[in-house]
Nanobody, 114 residues
Framework: QVRLVESGGGLVQAGGSLRLSCAIS????????MAWYRQAPAKEREFVAG???????KYADSVKGRFTISRDNTKSVLYLQMDSLKPEDTAVYYC????????WGQGTQVTVSS
């Protein structure tokens, strides 16, 4: 069974940084695309960043220039480096992998204080 497990969330002040991790199991499982989404209270889940065929990246306008998506294939981990965080980045962040069907993690909470 394919699983995604996020970690790295927490409480940070505005302007700070966090790095989210998404562990992929079984190790080496090849998703055709992976992405990070987020969902703030009372809002719909929204796209944050995507990684396609392991090389092409795409970002939501709201995070462009501040967030970076990457993958370490040796560790089977997807990352989201988040810099210059803003209070409006507060949300539960989810990892998603696409391989004919979508697999979702359980989410990790990110809270940015002003």
């Amino acid at each position: 069974q394919v699983r995604l497990v996020e970690s790295g969330g927490g409480l940070v002040q505005a302007g700070g940084s966090l790095r989210l991790s998404c562990a992929i199991s079984p190790r080496g499982f090849a998703f055709s695309a992976m992405a990070w989404y987020r969902q703030a209270p009372a809002k719909e889940r929204e796209f944050v960043a995507g990684l396609y065929a392991g090389v092409q990246t795409k970002y939501a306008d709201s995070v462009k220039g501040r967030f970076t998506i990457s993958r370490d294939n040796t560790k089977s981990v997807l990352y989201l480096q988040m810099d210059s965080l803003k209070p409006e980045d507060t949300a539960v962040y989810y990892c998603m992998g696409a391989s004919g069907y979508n697999t979702w993690g359980q989410g990790t909470q990110v809270t940015v204080s002003s």
